[in-house]
T-cell receptor, first 111, second 112 residues
Framework: QKEVEQNSGPLSVPEGAIASLNCTYS??????FFWYRQYSGKSPELIMF????GDKEDGRFTAQLNKASQYVSLLIRDSQPSDSATYLC???????????FGDGTTLTVKP | DGGITQSPKYLFRKEGQNVTLSCEQN?????MYWYRQDPGQGLRLIYY???????QKGDIAEGYSVSREKKESFPLTVTSAQKNPTAFYLC???????????FGPGTRLTVL
């Protein structure tokens, strides 16, 4: 079992719809959770982070964390073609000083 | 402008050669990281450093070496012992214990 698992996709949604990206992790000591967006051929960029159980909203993005279920998700509302990218989930055990990344979910938003 | 720079953008290596990838940051971050990304895969940690003159092995350190002589710089050497080095190499930095990582543009290494 991988330490961080994501649906491999690809995930395809129509423009204006809600895209839901999911991530599960195995280390119960994990304290910090991140979502990165990576366009094809480019480096990842941080779009959301969440540390506490519940929801965190930033514009069209909402991160959701459930530590009891070891589950973190990213919702993208009003999806745009420019959201088409691979989304990487990263989980950090701060005591270890490093993050573990999932393999990513590729999202395509169709006009 | 604050940020992370990596050079070169593309690098070609003959088998048996060692090559060094550069990573420089002016964000005043203490922590720096090197990752490898293969097509269709996530990031795998090679080495990381939380302070000058100290670094730790990541999950796939074999065949790689690093140094951290300055806070701003964290070069990665891909040695001839790395049997399959063709990949996209990414350098990142963060504030220690924050782990919100900022990435450089990456170096694509191809072995000929």
């Amino acid at each position: 079992q991988k330490e961080v698992e994501q649906n491999s996709g690809p995930l395809s949604v129509p423009e204006g719809a809600i895209a839901s990206l999911n991530c599960t992790y195995s280390d119960r000591g994990s304290q910090s959770f991140f979502w990165y967006r990576q366009y094809s051929g480019k480096s990842p960029e941080l779009i959301m982070f969440i540390y506490s159980n519940g929801d965190k909203e930033d514009g069209r993005f909402t991160a959701q964390l459930n530590k009891a279920s070891q589950y973190v998700s990213l919702l993208i509302r009003d999806s745009q073609p420019s959201d088409s990218a691979t989304y990487l989930c990263a989980v950090t055990n701060t005591n270890a000083g490093k993050s573990t990344f999932g393999d990513g979910t590729t999202l395509t938003v169709k006009p | 402008d604050g940020g992370i720079t990596q050079s070169p953008k593309y690098l070609f290596r003959k088998e048996g050669q060692n090559v060094t990838l550069s990573c420089e940051q002016n964000l005043n971050h203490d922590a720096m990281y090197w990752y490898r990304q293969d097509p269709g895969q996530g990031l795998r940690l090679i080495y990381y450093s939380q302070i000058v003159n100290d670094f730790q092995k990541g999950d796939i350190a074999e065949g790689y070496s690093v140094s951290r002589e300055k806070k701003e710089s964290f070069p990665l050497t891909v040695t001839s012992a790395q049997k399959n080095p063709t990949a996209f190499y990414l350098c990142a930095s963060s504030i220690v214990r924050k782990n919100e990582q900022f990435f450089g543009p990456g170096t694509r290494l191809t072995v000929l």
